[in-house]
Each structure stands twice: as C-alpha cells, then as structure tokens.
Nanobody, 121 residues
Framework: QVHLVESGGDLVQPGGSLRLSCVAS????????MAWYRQAPEKQRELVAT???????NYADSVKGRFTISRDNAKNTVYLQMNSLKPEDTAMFYC???????????????WGQGTQVTVSS
C-alpha cells in the first residue's frame, strides 16, 4: 500500500504565507514526478506546480513568482511554499505522485486526501 499524506493547510490572511508538505509512505520502488493540484468550491481541479525527480519545476501562470515547489527525495516528500497568498488561492490542495511500486513495472498515479487552504481576512 502506498499513501500520500498532506499537511500544512490553514486559515491565513491575504498576503500571508504557508508551507504545504506531502509525504509518500508504504512499500514502493521509486517516485517519478510529484505535483500539487488544487480545487476550489464548484471549480475543476487544476494543476498548481510539478517537479521532476531531477528537480525541474513548472508552475501555473496564476502562481508563478509566488509559489515554490521543492522535494526531498531522501524523505519522499514534496513541499509547496506559498507566499503573497490571495483570497482566490482558497482551495483544497492535493498532492500527486507518479510511483513505481516495483522495479521494471509501470508508474501509477497516487493522490493524497487534501489539505485545506483558506485565505481570508
């Protein structure tokens, strides 16, 4: 069994910062790309940022310059540093990872349960 567990969501004022974490646990061989998605009420889930196992990152235009994705491969953890938060960033944030359970098998998509980020004064 593979599990992704997010943490770090909270209520924060506009202009504030939060750092989200997501840890992958269980029995697996390797992790490829990791990513953060978010879903606001009555909206579709959208990609926020991705990072490869080599550290290459990409961001949605709406968060460029404000959010930073990083990962610690030794800890099987991905982070999302969010600065200059806006009310429109309010959403449930989900961690996603492409994980290879056994060597020489395909990578499968895994998702966490989500962590709530609310930006409000």
């Amino acid at each position: 069994q593979v599990h992704l567990v997010e943490s770090g969501g909270d209520l924060v004022q506009p202009g504030g910062s939060l750092r989200l974490s997501c840890v992958a646990s269980g029995n697996f061989f390797s992790i490829y790309d990791m990513a953060w998605y978010r879903q606001a009420p009555e909206k579709q889930r959208e990609l926020v940022a991705t990072i490869s196992n080599g550290g290459e990152s990409n961001y949605a235009d709406s968060v460029k310059g404000r959010f930073t994705i990083s990962r610690d491969n030794a800890k099987n953890t991905v982070y999302l540093q969010m600065n200059s938060l806006k009310p429109e960033d309010t959403a449930m944030f989900y961690c996603n990872a492409e994980i290879q359970v056994q060597a020489f098998t395909k990578f499968d998509d895994y998702w966490g349960q989500g962590t709530q980020v609310t930006v409000s004064s």
